[in-house]
């Protein structure tokens, strides 16, 4: 029961669009600085390092490299001190933690980066690969149709013919044995000359 009510306060602290990033994502944490009567805005850009907690408690740390030292940052991901969290470039990350980058320096501390599957690439005003595939499947299967019904129209011509020619022969056959046959007339012998 206390859990329920401990979830149902923190709930109203929760912010409602939370930002989507991982580890080994390089991220822009834009943070509310209070100076006097003024509040500006500063970004802390660096790698996420790892994350962790839940709910409330959800945190997550960044390092950057300032002026050749380490930097590490831990911050509450609910903190209302946040402004915004940009994901400036996405890397590819096969552990939960990346503490192996503080003894990396330089371009070492490179992650490689995560791109979008390449069927997802899209040029202004150019068709994916995925779409030009199903147009040329589509092509391929209307031509293979035309190709059927022109055959089928000429098998049903050549039917057409030989049924006609059948039934042409049909008439001449009953013709004929309707007309009754005539004797034959003699034939007149050939008059010769010598």
């Known amino acids: 029961m206390s859990q329920q009510i401990i979830r149902e306060v923190e ?3 929760l912010k409602a669009a939370r930002p989507k990033f991982d580890v080994g994502d390089t991220v822009s944490v834009h ?11 500063q970004a802390f850009v660096g790698t996420v390092l790892g994350r962790r907690g839940a709910g409330i408690n959800e945190k997550f740390t960044v390092r950057r490299i ?15 001190a946040i402004a915004k969290i ?15 980058l503080r003894q990396r320096v330089g371009k070492a501390t490179r992650l490689k980066e995560r791109r979008p599957p390449r069927k997802a690439l899209v040029v202004a005003g150019e ?29 049903a011509k ?26 034959a007339e003699p034939k007149a012998p050939a ?3 010598r």
């Open 127 to 155: 068709e994916t690969i995925a779409e030009r595939e199903a147009r040329e499947a589509a092509d391929e299967a209307r031509i293979r149709a035309a190709e059927k019904a022109k055959r089928e129209t000429e098998a």
């Open 66 to 80: 300032v002026a050749g030292e380490g930097v590490e940052r831990i911050f509450p991901l609910h903190s209302p």
């Open 31 to 41: 943070i509310r600085i209070q100076e006097g009567g003024k509040e500006r805005v």
């Open 11 to 13: 709930q109203q602290y």
């Open 86 to 100: 940009e994901v400036v470039r996405s890397g590819v990350s096969r552990r939960a933690k990346l503490y192996f």
């Open 158 to 183: 050549k039917q057409a013919k030989l049924a006609e020619k059948a039934g042409k022969a049909e008439k001449a056959q009953k013709a004929d044995q309707a007309q009754p046959e005539k004797p």
């Open 191 to 193: 008059t010769g000359g």
